[in-house]
C-alpha cells in the first residue's frame, strides 16, 4: 500500500514541467499538466499535517459522535489489527459519511488541482491520501478501514472539488471578489481550498518562508501503560 502511493507521487514528479504562471492565470483545461512541484509539495505538507490533527481531535471526541470504540489496548497493536482485516461497513452518522468525507477529499483534490495538476491525476493524488495515509494510516489507530470512505471520499471528492476549482476560477478572475465582495471572495477561497492559501500565507514564490511565521503542531504521547493522549498547538505571528 506504502509502495503505491509512492509511485502516485513520483508519477506527478516525473510528468511535472516548470510553471511560468498560476494556474488560474491560464485558460481552462480539464487535461493540461503543467505542475507547480513547488506548491505541490507545500500542499502535501499541509495536508498531511492537518490531517494528523484533525486525527488527534476526533480522537479526543466522543465515542458517540466518532463510533470509535473505545477499549484498553496500545495504539500500534490496534492499527496493525485494523488495516490487517478487510474493510468494513461502518455505522458513522450521515454527516461524517456524506459530508465531511466528500469536502476532505475536495480538499485533497485541491491540492494537486491548484498546483497545476490536471483532473485524472488530481483524482489518483486524493485517492492516494484518502486511502493509504487517511483510512490504512492514521485512521486505522482508531477503527477499521470504511468500505464507504474508501469510495466516497476520493470519487465524490473530485466531482465537488473540480467544482470548487472551477469557482476558484472565477473568483480569481473577479479580482477575488464573490458578489462584489472581496471579504466573501477571501472567505470562499479559504474554505474550498485552504491548503493552497495557507501555501501562500507561509511560503514565497522562492520556496522561503515568509516573514509571518505560522505553526501547527500536534504531538501525541504514549505513557507506559499505554495510554493515549494528544496535544495541539497553534502560532501566528504578525
Not at 492514521?138 to 471528492?157: M, N, W
Request: aromatic share 14%; charged share 15%; hydrophobic share 40%.
Amino acid at each position: 500500500m506504502r509502495k503505491l502511493a509512492i509511485i502516485v507521487f513520483l508519477m506527478l514528479g516525473l510528468i511535472a514541467s516548470p510553471v511560468k504562471a498560476s494556474v488560474y492565470d491560464r485558460q481552462y483545461s480539464f487535461m493540461e499538466n503543467d505542475v507547480d512541484t513547488q506548491l505541490l509539495k507545500h500542499n502535501t505538507i499541509i495536508l498531511v499535517g492537518s490531517s494528523v490533527v484533525v486525527m488527534g481531535l476526533l480522537y479526543l471526541a466522543p465515542s458517540s459522535f466518532t463510533n470509535w470504540e473505545d477499549k484498553d489496548e496500545s495504539p500500534f497493536s490496534k492499527w496493525w489489527k485494523n488495516v490487517s482485516h478487510h474493510p468494513v461497513i461502518d455505522k458513522d452518522d450521515f454527516f461524517l459519511n456524506y459530508v465531511t468525507h466528500p469536502y476532505s477529499g475536495a480538499l485533497y483534490y485541491m491540492g494537486a488541482r491548484s498546483a497545476g495538476v490536471n483532473g485524472i491525476y488530481s483524482f489518483l493524488y486524493s485517492a492516494a491520501l484518502s486511502t493509504f495515509f487517511w483510512e490504512y494510516g492514521v485512521e486505522a489507530f482508531a477503527e477499521r478501514p470504511s468500505i464507504q470512505d474508501l469510495i466516497i471520499t476520493p470519487v465524490c471528492g473530485a466531482i465537488l472539488g473540480e467544482g470548487f476549482y472551477l469557482a476558484k476560477r472565477h473568483i480569481v478572475s473577479n479580482d477575488e471578489k464573490l458578489l462584489g465582495s472581496k471579504i466573501l471572495g477571501k472567505t470562499t477561497l479559504f474554505l474550498i481550498d485552504p491548503m493552497t492559501e495557507v501555501s501562500n500565507l507561509i511560503w514565497d514564490q522562492n520556496d522561503k518562508p515568509m516573514n509571518n511565521t505560522f505553526q501547527l503542531q500536534g504531538m501525541p504521547s504514549y505513557s507506559h501503560k499505554g495510554g493515549f493522549s494528544y496535544g495541539i498547538s497553534l502560532q501566528f505571528n504578525f
